[in-house]
């Protein structure tokens, strides 16, 4: 299993970025989520939002409903977090992870791989 986060940079209070995880190693039929997380600088790492690849249920942190979508492409083996709206304080290292833990929805049984992708927001 492997997973790798990428496409972070540099926007904007208010504007938009996408940030992508590819996977591997996983089937179709895998009973398995794909999350997305994130760590400021001296702050402690908090879940984003996940999604299962097999049905496509979803789950987000109250701080980012409305605002992040998080999808899936099973054929590209490809998540993506879409960030509208972002604000200074989404600033930080985002990181991609898989459950396959049943409670995957409140973040349990996350294992992460990779040094994930740095999105910044200036004000």
């Known amino acids: 299993v492997q997973l790798q986060a990428f496409g972070g940079g540099l926007v904007q209070a208010g504007g938009s970025l996408r940030v992508s995880c590819a996977v591997s190693?996983?089937?179709?039929?895998?009973?398995?989520?794909i999350g997305w997380f994130r760590q400021a600088p001296g702050q402690e790492r908090g879940f984003v939002a996940a999604i299962h690849r097999s049905d496509g249920a979803t789950s987000y942190a109250d701080s980012v409903k409305g605002r992040f979508t998080i999808s899936r492409d099973n054929a590209k083996n490809t998540v993506y977090l879409q960030m509208n709206g972002l604000k200074p304080e989404d600033t930080a290292v985002y990181y991609c992870?898989?459950?396959?833990?049943?409670?995957?929805?409140?973040?349990?049984?996350?294992?992460?791989w990779g040094q994930g992708t740095l999105v910044t927001v200036s004000s």
């Open positions: 992870a898989y459950s396959q833990n049943v409670n995957w929805r409140m973040a349990v049984g996350f294992n992460f």
């Open positions: 190693g996983f089937t179709l039929e895998d009973d398995v989520a």
